[in-house]
């Protein structure tokens, strides 16, 4: 196999440089170099949404993606976007709604659910189920997702959460 | 005993305890766990449904920069003298034996400390084979000369397989029966008798966490850090095995990833527990999503079934045949064919009823448990079965099912009186959500519209065991130690209620033990719905015991009666420092009484009943077939709900998955080989496919034997619902779909058969 390159770019907000192979993909590297846990490789295929993370402030399917093309960009991950004391309007919401079960998937669904947010600030139920169309919850959570979506929104008007992360002004 | 405060932790919906952890995405599984100097595994899979192995050529694999070792099954023996496995039948082998069963079989495992290196190598692998007729339908593989296997090989933990040993020349690998009364004369003094033949297709249970194992062998023990249902069982399979002790094995497992009785009894294990013996490093084998196709799935069949009905509505006598495929190992096929089998009359009285059910080996992937335990492929037929009774004889649809539906303490088909099972009141409660006694408009354009119910039963696997452990600390908090697997459904939360409740807690601050057999004690395994009662009541028991154990330390210490003087001052004043513990255990088994092996017949079947009733009302476009679920609506008894989110989000969650199995999940077979292993190709619902209006409930009813009145409920959404959308199908179109999945292709042929206009290869009768 080909050499190894080395890049820089930002991890939730740190430079970080990492050695990496021309095939290996961002959730490889993110999992197997740098220790991540929180973005998982499932169908491998783009389909099901558990690897999602942003790149340059919009959402990948980091199982698609090839580890090299980050080189210089900013990457967020669900270790990310909360300062570690106060949880994220989204993972607040999705607790008290109760929004998962096995919980394998719901860093894609949180991730996904934050973009739309930002997209529409106050997005129809109908919104919401197609802008999550390409995360699957095998446990099928769904209706209470769409719940902790909608309350997340509402916390988010009413500005009773400090403010969104900078990450995602890319 | 010291005096408790009610504390209120019983029907309380306490969010999962790892709730944090879990919206963080730091929730500890096994897909993340690397060890060091670990070895990951690739498989390389054979490409034919049935064939001798003539050669496995791995010498381009081995020559691959960064190979450790290629494996075969010539490698395993040296360190596994017989190297076969299952929980029902030890038929299945560590990687192929000389032959290949299923296309996908794993042959040959290539190791390296990249997993990169280790998939191209395993690449380069090739087989020569020499071709064996396949055989891959239930119907066919009864009967068929071609064996897929040469000998049948009970497990001896397994008494009623006994009579299965050393059987040559059939793929019968359980012949379950059930004779109540006499059918063929209440057949024949019936006012009316009825046949019908139903079919179920094959499907996945797509854990989002895809099966994952790790095996570590170290100073003379055995560690296995797996993503399974059942540690006990893998620990006592994997130390039968290698022919160790027990003590000698440990399994650990953290959160699953789902698990829908997907990853119970031995998957991956027993591979890579060989493969760390053989190289003696840790090794991983972690499968993608297209392989899980090849793990295990849910068994597809063929039932036919015929009531003998009088003119007064009475259900006189009822004949089910039903034919399981289980593919090419059986793993728990046969305990799936006789726990099925033994309600899939429904949940009726019946006076005379037979039942054969029976385990056949076919070349397909191997099918095992999948949440209902072949009670939703018994349902399809028998509620379907139901309907058209009733259009047939015009009965109403919900007064037929009342008429005959078991009451309580009448006895079920085995004979066992039922108790404690809601099937009326839950009937009752989808009618009333459906609206069913308003009137429903139709329609009579392109567009029809239809609703339809269904009530389904289910037996609980039994007898099995619990063991828990309740640990109270120097400074009075408490650990819990159990062998339940929390895969999403949130037994950590609802055990660490039992527990606060008994001991006047609050759950949030129970803090649960995850498995680890070194750790935890026995359990049977997270299945089959019965983890809440059975559990439960271990754990009710552990934490009893503890309080019995506070009582005797209070009179040791001579404190005066309710002293409620806290369990930390009581150590230190036993101890004088912080130190101690106060461990109680409680282990518990129901009563069961094994059935007669003619007959079927036995007072104690199962320690409860699982019951759950369903509606759907669907809107069918007749020119295209497209189907639209208007609503969905599943009613379960649950006993007493000791966390009524969590109930109500298994109901819900069951009722969508089921609404897959029904809908577009169908592994496809051509050839004997699976054409449509990915999530590209198979379809599983998504948050479009949820049905406009979505409702799940439960009865209000108490399980007087369980744990605070509870019984288990992970699977009661999913018995009926096929039945439920397939009635409200026929009920629109008017015409009854006999085979899953109802697609909008097979809904569209029947209209075109019906309408006198059928497609070319639908017109043979």
Known sequence: MTDARTIRFTLNGAPVSVSVMPHETLIEMLSLRLELKGARESCGQGLCGCCTVYVNGKSVSSCLYLAQLVDGAKVVTIEGINDGAELDPVQQAFIEVGAFQCGFCTPGFIMMARELLDVHPNPTEDEIRHYLIGNLCRCSAYPEIVEAVKLAARRRAAGTTPALAEELSA | MVALMPVGNIGRSVPRLESRAKVMGQAEYTHHLRLPGMLYGKIFRSTLPHALIK??????????????????????????????YGPAFHDQPVLADGKVRFAGEPVAVVLASDPRVAEYAASLITAEYEELPAVLDEVEAATSDICVHDELKPAATFPDLQHLKGRRGTNVALDYRLVRGNVE???????????????????MHTPMEPFVSIADVRDGRMTLHTASQGPSFVRIEMARLLGWPENRVRVKVPHLGGGFGGKLYIKLEALVTSLSLLVQRPVKISLTMEEQFFMVTKHACTFTIKSGVNNDGKVVARKCRILWNGGAYADIGPRVTQKAGFTSAGPYDIDNVEIESLAVYTNRPPAGALRGFGAPQAAWAYECHTDLIAEALNFDKIEFRRQNLLQEGRPQASGTPVHDAAFEKAMDQVADRLDWHKPFDRGNGRIRRGRGLAVGIKGITSPTTSVAIVNLYGDGSCGLYIGTVDMGQGSDTVMAQIVAEVLGLDAEAVHVIHPDTDVTPYDMGTLGSRSTFHMGTAVRLAAEDVLRKIDDLAKELGLPPNSNLPVSEML??????????????????????????????????TPFWGVGANGAEVEIDTETGEIKIVKLVSVVDAGVAINPRAVRQQVSGAAIMQMGFTMTENMVFRDGQLTNGSLADYKIPSLLDMPEQFVNEYVESRQHSGPFGAKGTGESSTIALSPAIGNAIADAIGVHLTDLPLTQESIFRAIQKKNGTPLPEDDND
């Open chain 2, 185 to 203: 004369e209440a057949f024949a003094a019936a006012d009316h008798v009825f046949e019908h033949t139903f079919r179920c297709q094959q499907a």
């Open chain 2, 55 to 84: 050669s496995v050529d791995t010498s381009a694999a081995k020559a691959v920069e960064g190979v450790f070792r290629v494996v075969t099954i010539d490698d395993i023996r040296t360190v596994i003298p017989h190297p076969y």
């Open chain 2, 572 to 605: 230190r004043k036993k101890y004088g420092m912080q130190a101690g513990n106060i461990i109680g255990t409680g282990s518990f088994i129901p009563d069961y009484k094994k059935p007669d092996p003619e007959t079927g017949q036995t007072p104690k079947a």
